[in-house]
């Protein structure tokens, strides 16, 4: 099983909402990622999560905030988004860290629409 | 900044048709793999390449990183309408803990 869940599949909020991505897999990874793709471009790294720990952080903007409450789950907390901001995000987990050569498996994403 | 740069950008070829798509940097990688996207959907991984020369096979998708771990290939043999997709190679870095994407190969091909 190399199953990574992403919930919801589909989010429209507005500028002052705040609203919450999940991210869940149950493999045993120990580190779990972000990642923004904009329509057709590929995927950006947005966050690294290893051992439940924030290892990097790609000078992301504070209205993106991550969370690892165990793990198995991984979230992203949004707050003040701007219409630039709509796009597919990405949850990916992998064994260990990535400098391992471990395969990274993505979830099938969260489509966001910022209004 | 690491780049992988990806060619074709785009190709659009008739089923039974063979293909070559690319993968260089002039960076080095610890491992590189190959994804296939659909539209609205998460890339899944096609194979993972870890040794310079390496290469695999999955049915009719030979994958190859190269001598020095800078660049990879994808070939696909008669292609089918179900390989429509974007392809994308991604570099584990040796330095930093990222996985970085190349710049895609939008792939179309018809019946």
């Known amino acids: 099983d190399t199953e990574v869940t992403q919930t919801p599949k589909h989010l429209v909020m507005g500028m002052t909402n705040k609203k919450s991505l999940k991210c869940e897999q149950h493999m045993g990874h120990r580190a779990m990622y972000w990642y923004k793709q904009k329509a057709k471009k590929p995927p950006e790294l947005m966050f690294v999560y290893s051992y439940e720990k924030l290892s990097i952080n790609e000078s992301v903007p504070s209205r993106f905030s991550p969370e690892c409450p165990n793990s198995s789950l991984l979230n992203l907390h949004l707050h003040a988004l701007q219409p630039e901001d709509s796009a597919l995000y990405l949850c990916?987990?992998?064994?260990?860290?990535?400098?391992?050569?471990?395969?990274?498996?993505f979830g099938e994403g969260s489509w966001l629409t910022v209004v | 900044t690491q780049l992988l740069e990806q060619s074709p950008q785009f190709l659009s070829i008739q089923e039974g048709e063979n293909l070559t798509v690319y993968c260089n940097s002039s960076?080095?990688?610890?491992?590189l793999q190959w994804y296939r996207q659909e539209p609205g959907e998460g890339p899944v991984l096609l194979v993972t390449?870890?040794?310079?020369?390496e290469v695999k096979k999955l049915k009719r998708l030979t994958f190859q990183f190269g001598d020095a771990r800078k660049d990879s290939s994808l070939h696909i043999t008669a292609a089918q309408p179900g390989d429509t997709g974007l392809y994308l190679c991604?570099?584990?870095?040796?330095?930093?803990?990222?996985?970085?994407f190349g710049t895609g190969t939008r792939l179309q091909v018809f019946p």
């Open positions: 960076s080095v990688f610890s491992s």
């Open positions: 390449v870890v040794t310079g020369g």
């Open positions: 990916a987990s992998s064994q260990g860290q990535a400098i391992l050569g471990n395969t990274i498996y």
């Open positions: 991604a570099g584990l870095s040796y330095n930093t803990d990222k996985l970085i």
